[in-house]
Nanobody, 127 residues
Framework: QVQLVESGGGLVQPGGSLRLSCAASGRTFSNSVMGWFRRAPGKEREFVAAISWGGASTTYGNSVKGRFTISRDNPKNTVYLEMNSLKPEDSAVYYC????????????????????WGQGTQVTVSS
C-alpha cells in the first residue's frame, strides 16, 4: 500500500521559513515526478512545485518562485519543500503528490498528473 506522509508544517511569522518533508512508502518513486500543492480555505487547489525523478528539472507556481525550493532524496524516498520569506497568503494545507509512471514529464502543474496524495500538513503564516 502506497503512502505519502507530510511533516514539518506549523505556525511561523511572516518572513520566516519552514521545511516540509514528504516520506513515501509502499513503493519507490525514484523514477517518478513528485510535487507539492496547497489549498487555502475557500480557494482552489494550487500548484506549488514539482521535481523530476533525478532532480535535474524543477518547476514552480508563479506565487512561490524565488522563495520556495523543491528537492528530493531518492535513497530515502523523500521529497522536500524549503519555504523562505513566507507570507500570510502562503497559509494553506500543503499536499505531497507522486506520479506512478516512470520518467514522464508533462503537465506536472496539474493535479491530474498525479496518482498518489498525502493527507496534508497545515502551514500558517501569522504574527
Amino acid at each position: 500500500q502506497v503512502q505519502l506522509v507530510e511533516s514539518g508544517g506549523g505556525l511561523v511569522q511572516p518572513g520566516g521559513s519552514l521545511r516540509l518533508s514528504c516520506a513515501a512508502s509502499g513503493r519507490t518513486f525514484s523514477n517518478s515526478v513528485m510535487g507539492w500543492f496547497r489549498r487555502a480555505p475557500g480557494k482552489e487547489r494550487e500548484f506549488v512545485a514539482a521535481i523530476s525523478w533525478g532532480g535535474a528539472s524543477t518547476t514552480y507556481g508563479n506565487s512561490v518562485k524565488g522563495r520556495f525550493t523543491i528537492s528530493r532524496d531518492n535513497p530515502k524516498n523523500t521529497v522536500y519543500l524549503e519555504m523562505n520569506s513566507l507570507k500570510p497568503e502562503d497559509s494553506a494545507v500543503y499536499y505531497c503528490a507522486a506520479d506512478k509512471r516512470t520518467k514522464a514529464w508533462g503537465n506536472v502543474g496539474s493535479p491530474l498528473w498525479y496518482d498518489y496524495w498525502g493527507q496534508g500538513t497545515q502551514v500558517t503564516v501569522s504574527s
